[in-house]
């Protein structure tokens, strides 16, 4: 794990997730430009945040979201991971999903997932600016 570009970190302070092995790919087939910023400095950088245990004598990573799943919010990086979950903790919220669009909130019947119940971000964009154009209309 790394910390900002940085050496490792000590088990349970979050940072990026990376590895090398034999299992890990080698490269983005046709695109160099994101094969050099995914292998830096010979692992391999999962955008990942997460945090390591030490259990048994051996270490066991927990990850807590994506990298690039943070939005600016009144000046503040913000995780779009984090929010979603503190949202869904709310008993009177039945389920939620963040994307960054200028300051609003906008109720869906359903929010696109994967069947593994993953949040389909790009798609719930296109959803909520679908949306967004119909209630400001023609122009």
Same mark, same amino acid.
């Given at each position: 794990? @790394? %910390?900002?570009?940085? +050496?490792?970190?000590?088990?349970?302070?979050?940072?990026?997730?990376?590895?090398?092995? $034999?299992?890990?790919? @080698?490269?983005? #087939?046709?695109?160099?430009?994101?094969?050099?910023?995914?292998? %830096?400095?010979?692992?391999?950088? @999962?955008?990942?945040?997460?945090? %390591?245990?030490?259990?048994?004598?051996?270490?066991?990573?927990? #990850?807590?979201?994506?990298? *690039?799943?943070?939005?600016?919010?009144?000046?503040?990086?913000? @995780?779009?991971?984090?929010?979603?979950?503190? $949202?869904?903790?709310?008993?009177?919220?039945?389920? +939620?999903?963040?994307?960054? $669009?200028?300051?609003?909130?906008? /109720?869906?019947?359903?929010?696109?997932?994967?069947?593994?119940? *993953?949040? $389909?971000?790009?798609? #719930?964009?296109?959803? #909520?600016?679908?949306?967004?154009?119909?209630?400001?209309?023609? /122009?």
């Amino acid at each position: 794990m @790394s %910390r900002r570009r940085t +050496a490792g970190v000590p088990p349970g302070q979050v940072g990026e997730v990376c590895m090398r092995g $034999l299992n890990v790919m @080698s490269r983005y #087939l046709g695109n160099d430009d994101a094969t050099g910023e995914a292998f %830096r400095g010979g692992w391999f950088h @999962s955008q990942d945040p997460g945090f %390591r245990v030490e259990a048994n004598g051996r270490d066991f990573f927990t #990850l807590t979201g994506r990298v *690039k799943n943070i939005a600016e919010v009144a000046g503040e990086t913000v @995780s779009l991971d984090e929010m979603d979950r503190a $949202l869904r903790a709310l008993p009177q919220v039945r389920d +939620a999903a963040c994307v960054a $669009l200028p300051e609003r909130f906008i /109720a869906l019947d359903r929010i696109p997932r994967t069947p593994a119940g *993953k949040v $389909l971000r790009p798609e #719930l964009r296109t959803v #909520l600016q679908h949306r967004e154009a119909q209630a400001i209309g023609p /122009a």
